[in-house]
């Protein structure tokens, strides 16, 4: 079975571009979530969907949006990029929502380079 | 304070060694993490826990809910047990808080 995959791996943007970061969770799994990992911290929660509705959204700006597809599939979009977004985006997927505290299952990430 | 701690950040050991990584934190939780994360960036869950003990092969991982404290321990440690671990709890709302990880390199 394939495991959660996370397109493109890399991509690089200039400040105030968009961007959609994509994710497809393992075949069964209903919820999705989305990190931020800066270069040399730990990751930072933005936001949990769980059948197609967002369940937790962390601290993060407007500038962040993201939906959850029927097939459970999600995406990431970052409007008006600053420098400061460059990072390593992270997408896990669980069986159930994080409340139920469900094992979770990273994809490899993508990495945003903003110049 | 940050709502997880990791100790140390940094560590490096001869291949064989005893291994222990502790984590803190000072939330409510419902679950805590412990997460390997090799260069390049992809993570793997190796354990999921709420209380007691739990093993898997080299790998031991003990929670103290009192004392909101954790440990990973790795047993007869080997270089490619070299990488990032990571703690993160389940907060409230469902998210993960993560620790800042401890970067482990295991000679040989």
């Known amino acids: 079975d394939a495991g959660v995959t996370q397109s493109p791996t890399h991509l690089i943007k200039t400040r105030g571009q968009h961007v959609t970061l994509r994710c497809s969770p393992i075949?069964?799994?209903?919820?999705v979530s989305w990190y931020q990992q800066v270069l040399g911290q730990g990751p930072q929660f933005i936001f949990q969907?769980?059948?197609?509705?967002?369940?937790g959204r962390g601290n993060f700006p407007d500038r962040f949006s993201a939906r959850q597809f029927p097939n459970y599939s999600s995406e990431l979009n970052v409007n008006a990029l600053l420098l400061g977004d460059s990072a390593l985006y992270l997408c896990?997927?669980?069986?159930?929502?994080?409340?139920?505290?469900?094992?979770?299952?990273f994809g490899n990430g993508t990495r945003l380079t903003v110049t | 304070k940050n709502e997880v701690e990791q100790s140390p950040q940094n560590l490096t050991a001869q291949e064989g060694e005893f291994i222990t990584i502790n984590c803190s934190y000072s939330?409510?939780?419902?679950?805590l993490h412990w997460l390997q994360q090799h260069p390049g960036g992809g993570i793997v869950s190796l354990f999921m826990?709420?209380?007691g003990k739990k093993k898997h092969g080299r790998l031991i991982a003990t929670i103290n809910i009192q004392e909101k404290h954790s440990s990973l321990h790795i047993t007869a440690s080997h270089p490619r047990d070299s990488a990032v671990y990571i703690c993160?709890?389940?907060?409230?709302?469902?998210?993960?808080?993560f620790g800042k990880g401890t970067k482990l390199s295991v000679k040989p």
């Open positions: 826990l709420s209380s």
């Open positions: 969907y769980y059948e197609k509705e967002e369940r």
């Open positions: 993160a709890v389940g907060g409230s709302q469902g998210n993960l808080i």
């Open positions: 075949s069964g799994h209903k919820s």
């Open positions: 896990a997927s669980s069986l159930w929502s994080q409340r139920h505290n469900s094992p979770l299952h």
């Open positions: 939330v409510g939780i419902s679950a």
